[in-house]
């Protein structure tokens, strides 16, 4: 079956340091791969996606490639800032899965 | 243009009842989920619907779980003789299309507490 692994967290930085929030997943076929955030008191939302090997994904700053070799897709932040404080999930779809398959999320806080 | 809306955003009951969850997807999209998110099982699949064909059911956890989408729009997942086990976030999202890289967009969610 599907799974997703995610960086256990939480995670605390300082402001304008680097994030990286691993990802690693098990997928039947090719999988198309998701990162969505939770910001507080707000619903999920999609980040960035990536959908065939050795894309990458890219807004509001964020990165993830899609690495099929070590089936990954990272999350970075080059500076993190104290309004991406959130908690952030890695997902795929995949097979004849329409569904989101989630990782456990990773509660992200960035202090000033 | 409007999201997807969840109603109630809150809702209190007390073990062994029944409740109903609805969900308002975006208009025109033909793909529907649900999904629970609750702190000891994180986010999880419940139920897909998609057009007029047949809902994928496997995420339902038990046979006191069920829902509705009625006509291509607005959905009802119905929790019978609810458990504290149910107490979660139920999500719901919609979709453009069935195709694995098309963006889920989800409602608020709806807080349910089992008393």
């Known amino acids: 079956g599907n799974s997703v692994t995610q960086m256990e967290g939480p995670v605390t930085l300082s402001e304008e340091a680097f994030l990286t929030i691993n990802c690693t997943y098990t997928?039947?076929?090719?999988?198309?791969l998701f990162w969505y955030v939770q910001y507080p008191g707000e619903g999920l939302q999609l980040l960035l996606k990536?959908?065939?090997?050795?894309d990458k994904g890219s807004n509001k700053g964020f990165e993830a490639t899609y690495r099929k070799e070590t089936t990954s897709f990272h999350l970075e932040k080059g500076s993190v800032q104290v309004s991406d404080s959130a908690v952030y999930f890695c997902?795929?779809?995949?097979?004849?899965?329409?569904?989101?398959?989630f990782g456990s999320g990773t509660q992200l806080t960035v202090l000033p | 243009g409007a999201g997807v809306s969840q109603s109630p955003s809150n809702k209190v009951t007390e073990k062994g009842k029944d409740v109903e969850l609805r969900c308002d997807p975006i208009?025109?999209?033909?793909?529907l989920y649900w999904y629970r998110q609750s702190l000891g099982q994180g986010l999880e699949f419940l139920i897909y619907?998609?057009?007029?064909?047949?809902?994928?059911k496997s995420g339902l956890p038990s046979d006191r779980f069920s829902a509705e989408r009625t006509g291509g729009s607005v959905s009802t997942l119905t929790i019978q003789r609810t458990q504290q086990e149910d107490s979660a976030v139920y999500l719901c999202a919609s979709s453009l299309g069935q195709g694995l890289m098309a963006e889920q967009y989800f409602g608020p969610g709806t807080r349910l507490t089992v008393t």
């Open positions: 990536a959908t065939k090997a050795d």
């Open positions: 619907f998609q057009g007029n064909s047949a809902p994928d």
């Open positions: 997902a795929l779809t995949a097979g004849s899965a329409r569904q989101l398959t």
């Open positions: 997928a039947t076929g090719y999988p198309s």
């Open positions: 208009s025109g999209h033909t793909a």
